[in-house]
């Protein structure tokens, strides 16, 4: 295992001094400069740097919800619900006797609808995964959730179709407590059941959940799931992450996923004194970093860890408790391909806590001194999440949500700041020329077509106006040349699509129309 303390690390390249990785869709995690002379660097590039819209703070923070009862523990995901957008489910809860789930539209200012509420019965923890609309007739989403309705805790899920959601299923015929559930937008499902992890994977497109599988058992925690198998750039998905205990010490496991051979054997990728709140990163960028708490001597630190390149990256700031990071990986399609990195953290004070965020593109070699305090508030704060949210005109949105103590209760609240995605142009640089779509608009068939004027790995990918990946037309290394590729999108609902062609060192886009 490679270990590195945080110095910093920024992104190579051109006029503005930034790093950018040439390992495609990967961020190369191997250029150090020293602290004093990179501080000098950074300052020029944030004055002077074209490539990047210039902002130095987030939103003020904003109330969601009220705070008149509990209101903790939400998901944000752009599914088609009343129409397509970006949703929040969350738990409510006004007293300890019952907790109600609920949802709205995360940008209307409308009255939150009930999901599911009984007198006396808990529904908790409410997971989203949208599915293939335009290969599974009308069904557009699964809500999963937990329930303890039938004397212990177990998992429920509803469909979402045109007619509304469906009665509650039950996941598995299992009458053992099940808590900790998770799911990422790929169908993958991942739950404690008697401290074992468990693991089962809804096929999207046929609707199928297949076999639960057990991943580990016993003395297992914080199971978590990979956001983005078909990122994923490796062989071997790491599909499932979680904490072990073995003799008084914290294992970090990952058990990795092979489509020939199915379920490798477990693989320890660090071991502390003690280690908690794991989580694998979120957002649409490169889906490989994991990051914990991890208590060594007498402090908390935080820990990144990246799968791709076997790198563990610990910052030099710690604190007498735990920070529960969630780091969030995002793309931006200038012409060079470009990763953003932001962390979030609860920073502990003497009597109060506040929720830090690191600057967008330092990613895990942010220091403390560069956090920016979001919550702005002398009330207790927990759980900050990062999400992605609307493009609106040449903007991509990021949503920093938490849960603050107000009144008593549990109240949500959040900010957001945003990153322009409009091409720049760089001189002396592009190997990939000449994209074109013919026809476009196009309402079944087209032809892709490229000119790519030195050998180069080359990824040509389709994705949606939410970041989804939808279609990978071409990936491999070719020779100089011009490539033309038949697409038909016969089975994607009519609207606007992005088509990336990249390599290691150009990201060129197009906006294609599907109109039907």
């Excluded at 994923?232 to 914290?250: F, L, T």
Aim: hydrophobic share 35%; with cysteine.
């Amino acid at each position: 295992m490679n270990l590195k303390s945080m110095t910093r690390k920024t992104y190579s390249s051109i006029p503005n001094f930034c790093t950018l990785a040439c390992n495609i869709n990967l961020p190369n995690m191997k250029t150090y400069l020293p602290k004093v002379i990179l501080s000098v660097l950074v300052l020029f590039f944030l004055i002077t740097s074209p490539l990047f819209c210039q902002w130095d703070y987030w939103s003020n923070p904003v109330a969601i919800t009220d705070s008149l009862s509990d209101n903790t523990n939400p998901v944000i995901r752009y599914v088609s619900l009343e129409e397509p957008d970006y949703y929040m489910f969350w738990e409510k809860s006004p007293d300890t006797l019952s907790t109600a789930i609920y949802y709205k539209n995360f940008y209307q200012t409308d009255e939150p609808h009930i999901f599911m509420t009984t007198n006396g019965v808990h529904y908790t923890n409410p997971q989203l995964i949208e599915t293939s609309y335009y290969q599974s007739g009308d069904t557009l989403f699964y809500v999963f959730y937990e329930s303890d309705e039938e004397g212990y805790n177990n998992i429920f899920y509803r469909v979402y179709n045109e007619n509304g959601f469906t009665e509650p299923r039950a996941l598995t015929e299992s009458t053992e407590e099940k808590t900790n559930l998770l799911c990422n937008n790929f169908g993958r499902i991942v739950w404690m059941e008697q401290n074992r992890i468990m693991h089962a994977k809804l096929n999207i497109y046929t609707h199928i959940i297949e076999e639960v599988v057990v991943i580990d058992s016993g003395n297992c925690t914080f199971p978590s799931v990979i956001q983005a198998d078909d990122d994923w750039m490796g062989y071997d998905v790491p599909a499932v992450a979680w904490i072990k205990e073995v003799n008084d010490s914290s294992r970090i496991m990952v058990r990795k996923y092979n489509q020939q051979n199915g379920w490798l054997e477990p693989e320890v990728l660090f071991t502390g004194s003690q280690c908690l709140n794991l989580s694998f990163c979120t957002g649409i960028g490169p889906p490989e970093i994991l990051s914990w708490d991890y208590f060594n001597d007498t402090s908390w630190h935080v820990v990144h860890y990246d799968l791709q390149d076997n790198l563990t990256y610990i910052p030099e700031f710690d604190r007498n408790e735990p920070f529960y990071p969630k780091f969030y990986s995002g793309i931006i399609p200038v012409t060079r391909w470009f990763d953003v990195g932001i962390c979030s953290i609860v920073y502990t004070h003497a009597d109060s806590t506040d929720i830090y965020i690191s600057p967008f593109y330092y990613g895990v070699w942010a220091l403390f001194e560069d956090y920016q305090n979001v919550s702005k508030s002398d009330n207790l704060v927990r759980y900050p999440k990062i999400i992605s949210g609307k493009v609106i005109g040449c903007n991509q949105y990021f949503i920093n949500i938490w849960e603050e103590q107000v009144n008593n209760h549990w109240q949500l609240k959040y900010v957001t700041a945003h990153e322009c995605l409009s091409m720049v142009e760089e001189k002396n640089l592009p190997s990939l020329l000449d994209l074109r779509i013919n026809p476009n608009p196009v309402s079944e068939e087209t032809n892709i077509s490229f000119l790519l004027d030195r050998p180069s790995d080359v990824v040509l990918s389709i994705r949606d106006l939410s970041g989804k990946l939808v279609s990978t037309v071409a990936s491999g290394k070719l020779n100089a040349g011009q490539y033309v590729y038949e697409w038909n999108g016969a089975s994607l609902p009519p609207g606007i699509y992005i088509v990336i062609l990249q390599n290691c060192s150009v990201v060129t886009t197009k906006k294609l129309i599907l109109s039907k």
